[in-house]
């Protein structure tokens, strides 16, 4: 669907607007409408081109158009207060400059580039120099002992505030906005920015990414998560899982929703030389001792609901058949914090008593993961939660692993059961994972088919390249404005 102005009728109060559609069939057509002070809109009307379903609150900015011909005409638009005041409206498109000025906020746990990992900070810092070529990118984040406060990174800015506790982070953000303007601010993962931002820079245009479930009731309230969604322009999730959840909970969140997955470093994990790779492999399987062994590889927080412990007593039934494999868990129980945790201390006790060598390599810095994944043969990701969609399996893909993961959240949506991996539908139960990973290391063939196709897929379909290019389609997409006609 595409839009275009005509030219103004007589009648200054009176604007046309026309919607190109490709297809003479029924669409709903969404579009923001911008909230004045004091204007609590009820509902939204049209006069031409158009047919409602009965008004209701969730219905205000949602126009049904039944055509009969590829152009449908609207040539006035009012709003309607519940005092009954009608406010004509003009139509106005909004076009990104080029370039813009962007902002891109962080969350407050973690700083970008992810020198502490964590994987929104590797998102952003995976897109933000392809996203620089185009705009004028600033990137606001945590500070951290080892980054400067201010920075400049190739063609990107970045600024380092206080944060870790997000009332204090709030402040910091709000703070740097009173004093900088910018045309479109992208925030991450934090629904609860969204109000407070749109106070203090009431003229951007704001585009939310969602990596995990923040709009559930414990997260976030009802009013704070409408007033997100009515705010923003559009809802980047990294999963249809992600997105379906929003939409069930917020219906009026649907026609703002975009999945754009993930992508992976391709150029760290399928290096120019070959023989780079494999002499990675060969070292650390040397230095822990694993050169004879199927190695069974687990990359993740050491956390019940990432399901290590489901990995390691699903052992005993995979000696019944191999003896030589082993387990390697990497990760830690918090990103680069090596504490050891009571599940820590308990994934460790049952690995001393497993009847196969289990390694447990603690935290390893995000630049170093991909080592570990080419020194593995089988990556499992057993995620006991509706986890939204793992970025480790990316990483696997890029490696060129067969993958075997869970029913669970977003996770299976990127794995095709039989071709590039396996889905374990009783994530809870250690014999299903037993039983996936003796049915590969019983057939090489298939081991090695999976891998390959996993690493065709990395390369067609999950490069940052692309993921950026997503991105610049939602920033520089023309949105329709309703302001108040003079």
Request: hydrophobic share 40%; proline share 6%; glycine share 6%.
């Amino acid at each position: 669907m595409s839009y275009s102005r005509k030219n103004e009728a007589s009648d200054r109060r009176v604007k046309q607007f026309v919607v190109s559609v490709n297809t003479p069939k029924k669409v709903s057509w969404s579009f923001p409408v911008l909230k004045k002070a004091n204007t609590n809109i009820k509902q939204l009307r049209v006069k031409q081109g158009t047919v409602w379903k009965r008004p209701r609150p969730k219905d205000v900015g949602k126009i049904e158009i039944t055509e009969s011909d590829e152009t449908v005409q609207i040539l006035e638009t009012q709003e309607v207060t519940e005092s009954g005041d009608t406010i004509l409206l003009s139509p106005e498109i909004y076009e990104l400059p080029k370039p813009a000025r962007i902002l891109m906020i962080c969350t407050e746990k973690l700083p970008v580039p992810p020198v502490r990992g964590g994987a929104i900070q590797t998102y952003i810092d995976g897109v933000a120099p392809i996203l620089g070529e185009h705009h004028h990118v600033t990137i606001l984040g945590i500070a951290d002992p080892e980054l400067p406060t201010q920075q400049k990174i190739g063609n990107v800015n970045y600024v380092r505030v206080p944060g870790k506790v997000f009332d204090i982070y709030m402040e910091e953000v709000v703070s740097y906005l009173s004093q900088h303007t910018f045309d479109l601010i992208h925030i991450f993962n934090r629904p609860r920015l969204v109000a407070p931002v749109r106070k203090v820079a009431p003229h951007a245009r704001i585009v939310l990414s969602m990596h995990n479930d923040m709009f559930l009731p414990e997260k976030i309230s009802s009013s704070e998560a409408e007033t997100a969604i009515e705010e923003v322009d559009r809802i980047i999730t990294v999963s249809d899982y992600v997105g379906r959840t929003i939409a069930g909970l917020y219906p009026q969140a649907a026609d703002k929703l975009r999945t754009i997955y993930s992508g992976v470093d391709l150029k760290r994990y399928i290096p120019d030389s070959p023989g780079t790779a494999k002499k990675e492999r060969e070292g650390l399987r040397t230095l822990y001792e694993l050169s004879s062994k199927k190695v069974i590889l687990f990359v993740g927080r050491l956390s019940p609901k990432k399901g290590a412990d489901i990995l390691v007593r699903a052992m005993t039934d995979v000696a019944d058949r191999y003896k030589d494999v082993a387990l390697v868990l990497v990760g830690s129980k918090w990103y680069s914090d090596d504490e050891i945790s009571d599940y820590v201390a308990y994934v460790r006790a049952l690995a001393a008593r497993s009847p196969i060598p289990i390694v447990t390599t603690g935290f390893v810095p995000a630049d170093q993961v991909h080592k570990w994944f080419w020194a593995g043969d089988i990556f499992v990701c057993p995620s006991q939660w509706e986890e939204p969609l793992a970025r480790v399996h990316y990483e696997a893909m890029a490696a060129g692993l067969p993958i075997i993961t869970t029913a669970r959240g977003g996770n299976a949506e990127v794995v095709v059961h039989n071709e590039t991996g396996l889905i374990i539908s009783e994530p809870e139960n250690p014999k299903a994972f037993a039983e996936a990973i003796t049915t590969l290391f019983s057939n090489p063939k298939l081991m090695e088919q999976m891998g390959s196709k996993n690493r065709r897929l990395a390369l067609e379909r999950y490069s940052w390249n692309r993921v950026a290019h997503e991105i610049l389609d939602v920033w520089e997409a023309k949105v329709v404005i309703r302001k108040k006609a003079n």
